[in-house]
């Protein structure tokens, strides 16, 4: 069964970091391209981020650029969201996805597995 469990959300000001993390289980982890994405409320889900399985290519929407990084242990098998000076319009759920073939990794059709989500509000 795999699992794809996401932690780190919560409620910051804006300005505020945060570090999502999202641990994976029941597959094998190292072979899976990782992405975050976010949807808020009455908006559709969006590429934040992706990850190679090998961290050598990354890739961030233009939202994302600058203010977020994406990583990932393999040894842990978990994949991180970094986010500095965190916008109130950055407030949504937040969810990491697998995807195993190499394949637009900012397409939320090309990725396998969902997490449950993580919220994240950012207060003005």
């Known amino acids: 069964q795999v699992q794809l469990v996401e932690s780190g959300g919560g409620l910051v000001q804006a300005g505020d970091s945060l570090r999502l993390s999202c641990t994976v289980s029941?597959?094998?982890?190292?072979?899976?391209?990782m992405g975050w994405f976010r949807q808020a409320p009455g908006k559709e889900r969006e590429f934040v981020a992706g990850i190679n399985w090998s961290s050598t290519m990354t890739y961030y929407s233009d939202s994302a650029k600058g203010r977020f990084t994406i990583s990932r242990d393999n040894t842990k098998n978990t994949v991180y969201l970094r986010m500095y000076s965190l916008k109130p319009e950055d407030t949504a759920v937040y969810y990491c996805?697998?995807?195993?073939?190499?394949?637009?990794?900012?397409?939320?059709?090309?990725?396998?597995?969902w997490g449950q989500g993580t919220q994240v509000t950012v207060s003005s």
């Open positions: 029941g597959l094998t982890f190292s072979s899976y391209g």
């Open positions: 996805a697998a995807r195993q073939t190499l394949t637009d990794p900012r397409a939320a059709t090309n990725y396998d597995y």
